[in-house]
């Protein structure tokens, strides 16, 4: 979705849900693997039930952990509960510290402990400090992430860096 007006997303939500309908389970493939997480996680919010659970089936799983992350939080339960743990261990790898601090505690504790298991000390270490924070606090809130720049570098040419490449 390149546009993102409201006549075009309900337009393309319209043509998503036909696609479904249609049994055209390829075009609606189609579909999602040219939306972002967070469009996805929007088409599922906006979707019926039967619609959602044969949308949420076609997602890739390497893109489920970011979706589950924007869904909202009634939709997120039902989309965990619908899920088996190794799906939602697949689905949490690669996700950032912050978002599966978001995530972590609604998962069941089976999928927690083996999340965790899979960590690497510090990114656990990361994971712990940001669930110790009130969800909806500055600190539950704060993305983890954290940069060394040596001590020749000027702040002016670190920043330059960062915002050429965009992510760390």
């Given at each position: 979705m390149s546009e993102n007006t409201a006549e075009t997303i309900v337009t393309e939500?319209?043509?998503?849900?036909?696609?479904?309908?249609?049994?055209?389970?390829?075009?609606?493939?189609?579909?999602?693997?040219?939306?972002?997480?967070?469009?996805?996680?929007?088409?599922?919010?906006?979707l019926p039930?039967?619609?959602?659970?044969?949308?949420?089936?076609?997602?890739?799983?390497?893109?489920?952990?970011?979706?589950?992350?924007?869904?909202?939080?009634?939709?997120?339960?039902?989309?965990?509960?619908?899920m088996e743990p190794h799906e939602l261990v697949a689905a949490t790898s690669g996700l950032e510290t912050d978002d599966l601090a978001d995530l972590l505690p609604d998962m069941p504790d089976e999928v927690f402990n083996q999340v965790l298991r899979s960590m690497d000390e510090q990114n656990r270490q990361r994971l712990e400090s940001a669930l110790s924070y009130?969800?909806?606090?500055?600190?539950?809130?704060?993305?983890?992430?954290?940069?060394?720049?040596?001590?020749?570098?000027?702040?002016?040419?670190?920043?330059?860096?960062l915002r050429r490449h965009r992510e760390l």
């Open positions: 939500h319209q043509a998503f849900s036909e696609a479904l309908h249609s049994h055209a389970f390829g075009r609606a493939l189609q579909m999602l693997n040219e939306m972002n997480s967070a469009e996805v996680a929007h088409l599922l919010e906006s039930a039967d619609d959602r659970d044969l949308a949420w089936d076609l997602v890739r799983t390497k893109l489920e952990g970011d979706v589950l992350v924007h869904v909202n939080d009634n939709l997120r339960a039902q989309l965990i509960r619908k009130p969800e909806d606090s500055a600190g539950g809130l704060m993305n983890m992430d954290t940069i060394t720049v040596r001590a020749d570098i000027t702040v002016d040419v670190a920043l330059r860096y």
